[in-house]
């Protein structure tokens, strides 16, 4: 053996040494259980007894130890949201609490919640349609069952309401103007008063 390799072997030899030593110290003075209690909190032997072990509280709650209980689910019928927008001719809109700004149809198809054509007079929807004279109340939406997927009108539905049922919403969209009515001409759109509601 070279004077250099017995060097690095006198080395490896005195650090393992002094590693199991400094280890010993520690485990031997209870100075682990110190640094156990700074990192992981309390030990368990000043610790009070619990009153159901962590299996029985899970099986109590259905939640595991120490999750956050889950925030309550919002009640059919409490009010989300109220807003106006106006939806342009060939323009979709999707419901939520706040108002959204509406987006062309060829930009999003399948997440429409409403669309409006003016040229043919026609709203049309993946939701549940009804169409109101006057206001419409989240019960009287609710319990509507002459549901359509389009509303097609001819006269002037003005002040009348179209009640929206699905997605774990309902909406009641009053039209307060349209513009353009049966028209194919540039600014044709309708302005709604909007209303949304749990489900």
């Excluded at 109101?132 to 002037?156: P, V, W």
């Excluded at 699905?166 to 103007?177: D, E, Q, S």
């Amino acid at each position: 053996m070279s004077g250099a390799e017995s060097g690095r072997s006198g080395l490896s030899a005195t650090w393992l040494l002094a590693i199991a030593t400094l280890i010993g110290a520690i485990v031997g003075s209870g100075g682990l259980l110190g640094i156990l209690s700074v990192h992981n909190g309390p030990s368990s032997a000043g610790a009070p007894a619990s009153s159901s072990p962590p299996a029985a509280a899970h099986a109590a709650t259905g939640r595991p130890p120490g999750a956050a209980s889950a925030p309550p689910a919002v009640p059919p019928g409490r009010k989300l949201g109220h807003y106006a927008v106006d939806l342009s001719d060939g323009y979709t809109l999707r419901f939520t609490a706040s108002n959204q700004r509406p987006r062309p149809v060829e930009c999003c198809p399948g997440d429409a919640d409403v669309t409006f054509f003016s040229s043919g007079g026609q709203f049309t929807s993946n939701y549940q349609l009804a169409l109101y004279d006057g206001a419409a109340t989240y019960q009287a939406c609710r319990d509507d069952t002459r549901y359509t997927s389009n509303i097609t009108y001819f006269t002037d539905i003005t002040g009348q309401t179209v009640c929206f049922t699905g997605r774990h919403l309902i909406v009641a969209a009053r039209i307060t103007k349209i513009v353009g009515r049966l028209s194919v001409l540039p600014g044709s759109y309708v302005s709604l008063d909007v209303t949304v509601w749990q489900g």
